[in-house]
């Protein structure tokens, strides 16, 4: 049965900084989700412009209106512990179903929901899942140490293991060849699988202390990532292999997460160490930082983050129980 829970105009938190702010900060604005000490997390953002976001400790998917300020939500199986949401082109809700072994189609319309298993019971809890431009999906287990292939159409799963045992396959993005790039958590490796034949290919990075989080491919197919573990932004040549990396602002106590790049090949991520967090923006082009500012929230930790290019903006979701929105110059 379809749950329609809705609250109209639910305050924002004030626009962090207002239009006589330095130049080297962005406008942040933060809504507070109705439903307490929930974790929203991981949203995206709709061919209507909705913005998906999922409730990891309370077993919801959720939709957020920012024309009218409105939240819905859609209650999900007790101990799903949704992880991740993409909304397809077609208007259909997908998310990761972390607790409980599967991917799961959420239709907005009736609140159905129809959930695909794992096909291996190693696979226990999905994490991240994306979409190539042609509608494969592609996502990471991360405990399971597994990346898996999803076709929507058939609802058929492959799955591939990750040789190393504990990389903890996390964050996840797709490149301009369809290529699927995988940031290893529990290694110092980035692992990529080639989409037809599903060889995978594990990069070692220099530094043995290395533990890359989340990811982002520039429109040249150069793929960045945060090193979580050491406090760097780092660029990863997929040809060769090669690392150059630029020590985050807050340095080895940065702890960055939640990262992104836009259109103009900039990119972002989200420093969780500092209190409040800070959103840190970075030039691939001139290869320098230009943009601090800090989470109003504070944020408690910034997960995962997209850019939608149509509005030049950046989501993400807080552990203050919050979904923001940065406006990008």
């Known amino acids: 049965m379809l749950a329609e829970i809705m609250l109209l105009c639910v305050p924002p938190f004030p626009i962090t900084m207002p239009v006589s702010a330095p130049a080297d900060t962005v ?22 412009g909705l913005v998906w976001f999922v409730g990891q400790k309370a077993d ?15 209650p999900l199986p007790a101990g799903a512990g949704p992880h991740n949401v993409v909304a397809a082109p077609d208007g259909t809700i997908w998310y990761t179903g972390n607790r409980q072994a599967n991917i799961a189609r959420l239709d907005p319309t009736t609140g159905a929901i129809t959930t695909v298993p794992m096909p291996d019971s190693r696979a226990r809890d999905p994490h991240t899942l994306v979409f190539d431009p042609e509608g ?22 492959t799955l591939v293991d990750v040789p190393v045992p504990n990389a903890r396959p996390y964050g996840i993005v797709i490149d301009g060849q369809r290529r699927p790039w995988i940031a290893t958590f529990g290694t110092n490796a980035i692992t990529t699988i080639d989409p037809a034949s599903l060889q995978l290919r594990m990069l070692e990075l220099p530094d043995q202390r290395a533990r890359p989080r989340r990811l982002a491919v520039t429109s040249d197919d150069v793929v960045w990532y945060v090193d979580y573990a050491r406090g760097f932004l780092a660029r990863l040549d997929p040809t060769t292999g090669a690392v150059r990396e630029w020590a985050a602002p807050g340095r080895a106590a940065s702890l960055p997460y939640a990262m992104t790049v836009d259109d103009a090949d900039r990119l972002w991520f989200v420093e ?17 930082f230009f943009s601090v500012t800090a989470i109003p929230s504070g944020g408690g930790s910034v997960r ?14 807080t552990d203050a129980n919050t979904i923001g929105r940065a406006r990008v110059p």
């Open 60 to 74: 919801y998917v959720a939709s957020f209106d920012p024309k009218t300020e409105a939240f819905w939500q859609y």
């Open 304 to 317: 995962h983050m997209v850019f939608h290019a149509p509005t030049r903006t950046i989501w993400f979701g």
């Open 272 to 288: 969780t160490g500092p209190r409040p967090n800070r959103l840190v923006g970075f030039d691939s082009r001139t290869e320098q």
């Open 136 to 157: 494969t999906g592609w996502f990471t287990v991360q405990h399971g140490n597994m990346v898996g292939r999803f076709e929507p159409e058939t609802q058929d799963v």
């Open 27 to 48: 406008e942040i604005q933060e809504w507070l989700v109705p439903w307490a000490d929930t974790r929203p997390r991981d949203p995206y953002v709709g061919p209507n």
